[in-house]
């Protein structure tokens, strides 16, 4: 399959009005029953509206409602081509590169990516992970020390399945109290899962899990099929796409970071479907 390149998006997306068309087309399709009077037909573009309207009884319908380019005043273009830089890339785009690409003020862009990153999260969505797949789980610490010399890392758990998808949750603590519950939130009762022989990890087996472990401290990485090479591969690309991009990011907003990370690293085997997924998902209406 031919590289979706920025020469084929521009080509694709010329301006506003193609992107809107795409828009109208992918949430309500070319011809469609008006929601109002109930007719069938192809609904026709305003030109000084951002909608359409039924041939018949003149109802309007706008594509960008319930979306997050809704109540924007950026050009519809931009968010498209902020997209596409998000699902083009494998560490992520920080504001200041979208100020940049985009021409917007620093704050439009920081906005633009937030609300990305939150939508990107909400497609990725959280199916149940284990079954007949090991489960790994693990907890990473991601953040630094502030002005003062604080440590104010926050505690990160991952889950994921072989060869399939992963969670990663920021949470309080890494005691069991917080981390069992989780894990079992996200995980299909008695699945098998893999962890380091940290304490907060033990309750797994009370609790119905077939649980086994590599003591990471004697620099034991394998035994047998239990490792957790998995989402150790995953916590390297989460922390060089915030430290080579991002360089920190607050607790505040690290989730909406980490459902990014999820969303690309769900999709690693598709990539070239992450774009068109993202214009597809919106809900109608």
């Given amino acids: 399959m031919a590289k979706f390149g920025i020469q084929q998006f521009f080509k694709r997306f010329p301006d506003d009005d193609a992107c809107l068309d795409h828009l109208m087309k992918v949430r309500y399709g070319e011809v469609l029953d008006c929601p109002k009077c109930g007719k069938r037909g192809k609904f026709s573009r305003l030109s000084k509206v951002l909608a359409y309207s039924c041939p018949s009884c003149g109802h ?7 979306t997050i380019f809704e109540r924007s005043h950026t050009p519809l273009q931009k968010w498209f081509y902020a997209l596409f830089l998000f699902t083009t890339t494998r560490h992520g785009v920080s504001s200041r590169e979208l100020q940049r690409q985009l021409g917007v003020t620093l704050k ?9 990153r939150k939508y990107m999260a909400e497609v990725d969505g959280d199916d149940l992970l284990g079954g007949k797949r090991v489960v790994e ?17 926050t505690v990160v758990l991952g889950i994921v399945e ?5 969670v990663a949750r920021a949470i309080p603590s890494k005691e069991a109290r917080f981390v069992i519950p989780r894990i079992m939130a996200h995980v299909k009762p008695g699945s098998r899962i893999a962890t380091d022989e940290a304490m907060s990890f033990k309750p797994l087996i009370a609790e119905g899990f077939r649980h086994g472990t590599v003591a990471h401290r004697t620099k034991e990485y394998v035994r047998g099929d239990v490792h957790t090479n998995n989402i150790e591969a995953f916590w390297a690309i989460l922390k060089r796409g915030i430290s080579g991009c991002h360089i920190w990011v607050s607790p505040q907003h690290l989730p909406k970071y980490l459902g990014e990370f999820e969303f690309r690293f769900n999709m690693r085997k598709q990539p070239h479907l992450m774009f068109d997924m993202l214009l597809a998902a919106f809900p109608r209406p």
């Fill in 108 to 116: 439009t862009a920081w906005r633009i990516g937030h609300e990305i």
């Fill in 162 to 166: 072989r060869n399939g998808d992963v």
């Fill in 60 to 66: 309007h319908i706008h594509p960008m409602e319930g």
């Fill in 137 to 153: 789980a693990d907890k990473a610490f991601i953040g630094g020390k502030d002005k003062r010399g604080k440590d104010d890392k």
